[in-house]
């Protein structure tokens, strides 16, 4: 691509509403512009690099024996009435009605549409299994898009749908996906890690999720010291403490707290660490067979955090998790949210693996400005039922008993599920087996954010001069910058020489041959992130030399005109072509 | 790919809704499946063929340079406001609201999500012209989605804009699409004509459309026998009759016509041809700077039929166009429609040239049951305004003075437009030309319907049997199908042996080894359409040879085992790959 025919829409100022460095690269090398909230254009430069990813995302799933489909992205009400979803899915799906007044959705997802289509098609397990993926615009109504394309309204997702007459075969093409994955994410050039994740409102038994490591990541993962232990915070069990309970030291006592109400007021107000208080927190409970719901109380350590994943999974509370109001509070123990704590309360108790390992404990009095110290379970109280309530925390010991827990930042960009049989046993999608008798099928789902890869990829790869792109999503592999060519026609014909050689051989290639002072191109093609810089001079010329420079290199270096081609091949890791 | 773990979804009846062959082809080959009115979901089968058509596309649009971009499929209303098109687009918009209840649509083009993209981007006339593109999912919510993805309201399109200084630069521009339009349907093996066409709805001041000649087309497109003009007949002029109109040669009289209504009814009833008639139609007229709108009568000889476009481009009357109803005639004239003549008609009368050049004609006489007979211009009548207002006829003269015209019938896939300043004008899109002064741009669109194209190809080349795809798109160039490979290992070996030779060669390659009977393969790899078959059987083994047969061959013919591949490349136009 010549640049002076080619939309180079770089800008100095960091853009101020772009919050996470990718979202701001984009922006100022001219990859995409907004359009409205949570919409984006991607723009010349910015396209190129998506139909790389795209391209890399399908070959993998070619090659693991998917098969390509493409699903309408306005999708009729019908199918999601069947699988109970155009209630539940809520605000983020975007309703619309046509002209008929007939409701549909723009798609966020197409469980409902692959799965009507297959219980349509295939009619025996000897068509099974059979995996089918699409690359395609979605639309998610999100509350608060942010993070441009990290986090947009309109993205490209690759998402793909398997089939299945049992567990075990779903087992293996969930393997087959997991492995696909990681070789996808390779080719990408990105650091992440596949990690155990909760199936949440999508359904079924088993999930990971891929996450690129990035301090901007919305998601906490962890990880084992010295194991291959990995999860979604989410996800990540909390073992409970080794050891028996410590024995009762002191009495249980009253104290008047004025006006203490968070765990560190307290912790002040007495000088004592938090991790010898609790904290209790009322939620709503699950509603009984005539739709009422009293509360349920959730006893944490002072210092630890209430996983509401796992909270909403229980038994017996209401999901999604829901906090009780401070009405609700009020009515219900005589005092406020400050000052609960679970001896005498009158709600149900459930309290946390740690939080039930404590001795003389302090908690709430639930009673406005009143604390009990020195509290004790099965003394004080009966012990109420324990369960995992909280996230790990960095140093937790591994749920897979092999050294202790770090967490780190991770922005999510796949997820495998092994779906079973939620959508085809709603939908009623069976096959014959081999006994002539219909089998509801079982399934797995498998998404990865095409459009997000590209965000998350910068975030891995950036300097303070801009992006620095994996060869194999770079927009352009290398970029020829001539010095006043429109004033030296030499340099513009050695230039032009040099690109069609490159191109030639197979490279991606810039020739930015705009008239620009050298400063402003070389500062563009940093900010681009094009992996290797070679300059035609005047100079250069005279010595038959060019200046090369890669994109991580601190230095350049002078290399034989003639030598260009040998150079580049022994510098990219497609060494050979 | 191999059959056996692949979707050949054929199926041998033919579907009772599909009125025309690609529709039913598309439907049997299992290219596609419909998942609601105008919505198709493409199976793997199809979605080959989409995607070959897709990359041709873009690799001429590339070629042209024009640069490509991905916008948002939903765009927020405010842009369509300021273009005015909010309203005017009329039901064909699919509209919704987001979450915060604000208006989107999903679009159905992109003029003013691009325009509004250009006035931000593009400062200076250095910057142009510029062209840029994309290939994405379009939504049109038509009143009567048929003949399967032909006419579907989701569906694909290249949609293109280009950006110019001035209008020397727009048709330089435009000629660099009509030729680049060429190269890809002479690339994807059509039969086409561009042929001028009225710019309608979407404003501009020139168009040509590519057709695809197929008798299932919507449009009737007119040829000159003797020259390369070509038009829609939307837009095809009729010449004014030669010499000058005959001499009056009989009284006017009128004649009681009880019951006759239409042209056909008063011919038969008066023994004449319908050619010595004239019908006279009312429309509404364009409304007064009141808001008031009253009649207009049009008269067109009775063998004649009225063509809307060129009526409603003309001053005066009501756009759309918009006919009478049987009120306001009952009140405006004081009888029924069949009963109308342009002789003492109360309103103002606009008469077309071929009707204008009769003599001694009959007409209605404003009153039911009574016509005029004998009746001639400037005797009985002043000759009103004079306009071309029919559709050409064969046989008419060809506008451009050579031979005479032919009418075909056509599938529009491509349209290219002068839109002149229309929305730049309305959007305020400037640059700054070399005086530092702000100039309107001037802008081209450039359309083509992707997934059309797949089924105007199998228009053209379908046979009993089913498609014949052109090699440039069929979803697989060369079948192998095996016969009883399941029971035959030597067999089975050799096709997957021949299956690597040819793909390594670069052949798109369907294995068939599915275990069905040969007469079912045989059946579905001629349904599907691939254009070369070989069949590799225990018989042929023992002589060392395969058969092979072209889709478009009558016979088949034995080849050498070893010679498949030079065969096949001599076979292919690909020629030597």
Redesign the interface.
């Known amino acids: 691509m010549q640049a002076s025919?080619?939309?180079i829409?770089t800008q100095k100022e960091t853009p101020a509403d772009a919050e996470i460095i990718s979202h701001q690269m984009m922006l100022r090398a001219g990859m995409i512009?907004k359009?409205?909230a949570g919409?984006?254009?991607?723009?010349?430069l910015g396209?190129r690099v998506?139909r790389k990813v795209e391209r890399i995302v399908r070959e993998e799933m070619d090659k693991s024996?998917a098969?390509?489909?493409?699903?309408?992205?306005?999708?009729?009400s019908e199918l999601w009435q069947e699988s109970g979803r155009w209630v539940q899915y809520g605000?983020?799906l975007?309703?619309?009605q046509?002209?008929h007044g007939r409701d549909?959705c723009?798609g966020p997802t197409h469980e409902e549409?692959i799965t009507?289509?297959v219980r349509?098609?295939l009619k025996s397990y000897k068509?099974l299994p059979?995996n089918?993926y699409q690359i395609q615009?979605k639309?998610r109504?999100e509350?608060r898009p942010r993070f441009g394309v990290m986090r947009a309204?309109?993205f490209i997702m690759k998402d793909a749908y398997s089939f299945h007459l049992n567990k075990e075969s779903l087992n293996d093409t969930y393997q087959v996906m997991h492995r696909t994955y990681c070789a996808i994410f390779d080719r990408l050039g990105m650091d992440y890690r596949p990690v155990e994740a909760d199936s949440g409102a999508i359904g079924g038994s088993a999930s990971h999720e891929f996450h690129v490591l990035a301090s901007s990541g919305e998601d906490a993962i962890v990880f084992s010291t010295d194991s291959d232990y990995a999860a979604n915070i989410e996800k990540a069990v909390a073992l409970p403490p080794q050891g028996p309970r410590p024995a009762p030291t002191v009495d249980m006592k009253e104290t008047n707290t004025p006006g203490q109400r968070t765990i560190s007021d307290i912790a002040n107000f007495l000088s004592i660490e938090a991790s010898t208080t609790v904290k209790t927190l009322l939620v709503k409970a699950e509603e009984d067979e005539n739709g009422n719901s009293g509360l349920v109380a959730l006893v944490l350590r002072g210092d630890h955090n209430l996983n509401e994943i796992k909270a909403e999974n229980l038994p017996g509370i209401a999901e999604p998790l829901t906090m009780a109001t401070d009405e609700e509070i009020e009515q219900a123990v005589g005092c406020k949210a400050g000052s609960i704590g679970p001896v005498n309360l009158p709600v149900p108790v459930i309290v946390d693996r740690s939080a039930a390992h404590l001795a003389d404990f302090v908690c709430g009095a639930n009673k406005d400005d009143f604390h009990l110290t020195g509290v004790n379970w099965e003394r004080d109280l009966p012990l109420p039922r324990v369960e995992d309530l909280r996230d790990v925390v960095e140093g937790d010991a591994s749920p897979d008993g092999k050294g202790t827990l770090e967490i780190r930042r991770g922005i999510e960009v796949g997820h495998i599920f092994k779906l079973g049989n939620k959508y085809s046993s709603a939908m009623n999608a069976t096959v014959l087996d081999e006994n002539g008798k219909a089998n509801i099928l079982e399934m797995g789902c498998y998404g990865i954010g095409v459009s997000r890869i590209v965000a998350a990829s910068i975030e891995q790869n950036h300097d303070d001069k801009g992006i620095i792109w994996p060869e194999a999503i770079a927009p352009f592999e290398v970029a020829i910058v001539t010095l006043n060519g429109h004033k030296s026609p030499a340099v513009q014909e050695a230039g032009e020489r040099l690109y069609t050689q490159l191109r030639q051989a197979g490279f991606d290639v810039l020739l930015d041959d705009r008239k620009e002072r050298p400063g402003v191109k070389f500062a563009d093609i940093e900010l681009i992130g094009i992996p290797h810089r070679l300059v035609v001079s005047d100079r250069g010329l005279e010595a038959q030399t060019l200046e090369y420079k890669g994109r991580r290199d601190a230095d350049k270096q002078d290399i034989a005109l003639d030598e260009a081609l040998p150079f580049l091949i022994n510098q990219s890791p497609r060494n050979g072509l």
Chains 1, 2 share one sequence.
């Open positions: 025919r080619y939309l829409a512009r359009l409205a919409l984006y254009t991607w723009l010349p396209l998506l024996g098969q390509e489909v493409l699903m309408p992205a306005v999708q009729p605000g983020e975007l309703r619309m046509d002209r549909f723009f549409v009507d289509l349509n098609e068509e059979a089918f615009t639309f109504d509350r309204r309109e």
